[in-house]
Nanobody, 120 residues
């Protein structure tokens, strides 16, 4: 069974930084793209950033120049470095990964979500 476990959320002041981590574990054969979504109150969801297994990246316009996504393939872990945080970045952040399990099943897996609150 494959699991994604996130860490690193919390409360930060405007202009501050946070680093989110998400580790995939279990019966993994290969991890393809990994990414981060965020959910706002009212069920609005936004793709924040995505990184392929070839290290190609894309970002939401709202975070370009402030957020950086990276991954460590040896650890099956994706990171989101968030800088110059704004109150409008406040949301629950979820990681996702496209994974083929050792049993040969491919699917999208999600983490449990981590709250990021930007407030003074």
């Amino acid at each position: 069974q494959v699991q994604l476990v996130e860490s690193g959320g919390g409360l930060v002041q405007p202009g501050g930084s946070l680093r989110l981590s998400c580790a995939a574990s279990g019966s993994i054969f290969h991890v393809y793209a990994m990414g981060w979504y965020r959910h706002f109150p009212g069920n609005q969801r936004e793709l924040v950033a995505r990184i392929t297994d070839g290290d190609s990246t894309n970002y939401a316009d709202s975070v370009k120049g402030r957020f950086t996504i990276s991954r460590d393939n040896a650890k099956n872990t994706v990171y989101l470095q968030m800088s110059s945080l704004k109150p409008e970045d406040t949301a629950v952040y979820y990681c996702t990964a496209d994974i083929t399990s050792s049993e040969g099943f491919r699917g999208d897996y999600w983490g449990q979500g981590t709250q990021v609150t930007v407030s003074s």
